[in-house]
């Protein structure tokens, strides 16, 4: 969040500051359609949650919802159709980058590349110290994200093998799933293979090398703090 504050306000230094008479209220009409979303967000978690929503079902309720919101707004249903087009058309290439990543995961996964890829990665590591053994699952598991994007896929193909080699290292259980989920989810910020991240930035038509210039201070700091407490996790004996 401190980073964030601070590069807005590098980006923002001499610009002008909105004046009040300048600024619009929200009218009634506004405050309606942030309480739809308010609500609309509340029925998606209880949908995940209770009923099992899946990807049908939630597109389902995300028409629905633009649907209420045209309605609330009093937009023509001719302007509404062409504003969800455009949409459409902004998530277009978002779309073509996140099957394009999902083919390369396909491809190594059902080639059975990856698996001897994570074996030879973990074969030296029975002999190391723990803290040094736990500090190279985490670097592992960074690349293989870099690979296999889907959490799921991942700790199917990466668990089986870490287990017994954290075992003989003398890294505890607890200590592994910190290594993976450290490891999985740092990557997602810079990962070209990440859909959310390819989606987000094909949306905000922000360039991947822009995006990688401006986080990378900031993936570099969280790398070094959560290699620091998973240190720390080993060297206490976190279990």
């Known amino acids: 969040v401190l980073?964030?504050?601070?590069?807005?306000?590098?980006?923002?230094?001499?610009?002008?500051?909105?004046?009040?008479a300048s600024?619009?209220?929200?009218?009634?009409?506004?405050?309606?359609?942030?309480?739809?979303?308010?609500?609309?967000?509340?029925?998606?978690?209880?949908?995940?949650?209770?009923?099992?929503w899946g990807h049908a079902d939630l597109a389902a309720a995300y028409i629905g919802l633009a649907t209420a919101i045209a309605l609330i707004a009093r937009i023509r249903p001719t302007e509404?159709?062409?504003?969800?087009?455009?949409?459409?058309?902004a998530m277009l290439l978002a779309g073509v980058l996140v099957g394009l990543a999902k083919a390369v995961e396909l491809i190594l996964r059902d080639a059975m590349v990856l698996d001897p890829i994570i074996f030879a990665l973990t074969s030296r590591m029975a002999d190391l110290a723990?803290?040094?053994?736990?500090a190279c699952l985490m670097?592992?598991?960074?690349?293989?994200?870099?690979?296999?994007?889907?959490?799921?896929?991942?700790?199917?193909?990466?668990?089986?093998?870490?287990?017994?080699?954290?075992?003989?290292?003398?890294?505890?259980?607890?200590?592994?799933?910190?290594?993976f989920?450290?490891?999985?989810?740092?990557?997602?910020?810079?990962?070209?293979?990440?859909?959310?991240?390819?989606?987000?930035?094909?949306?905000?038509r922000v360039r991947f090398g822009e995006w990688?210039?401006?986080i990378i201070p900031l993936f570099a700091t969280m790398v070094t703090l959560c290699l620091a407490i998973l240190l720390l996790a080993v060297e206490y004996g976190y279990r």
Not at 130 to 134: E, L, Q
């Open 3 to 20: 980073f964030v504050l601070h590069k807005t306000a590098r980006l923002t230094l001499g610009q002008q500051p909105i004046s009040e």
């Open 23 to 52: 600024a619009r209220r929200l009218s009634h009409r506004h405050l309606a359609i942030l309480l739809t979303i308010a609500v609309f967000v509340l029925s998606v978690v209880y949908g995940v949650r209770w009923h099992h």
């Open 80 to 89: 509404a159709c062409q504003l969800f087009l455009e949409g459409m058309k």
């Open 130 to 134: 723990p803290p040094s053994a736990a």
């Open 139 to 179: 670097t592992i598991e960074m690349i293989v994200d870099l690979l296999v994007p889907s959490t799921s896929g991942r700790a199917a193909l990466t668990m089986p093998l870490f287990a017994p080699v954290a075992a003989l290292s003398g890294v505890s259980g607890q200590s592994v799933v910190l290594a």
């Open 181 to 204: 989920l450290f490891g999985g989810g740092l990557p997602n910020l810079i990962s070209p293979t990440s859909p959310t991240l390819l989606a987000f930035l094909s949306v905000g």
């Open 212 to 214: 990688v210039r401006f």
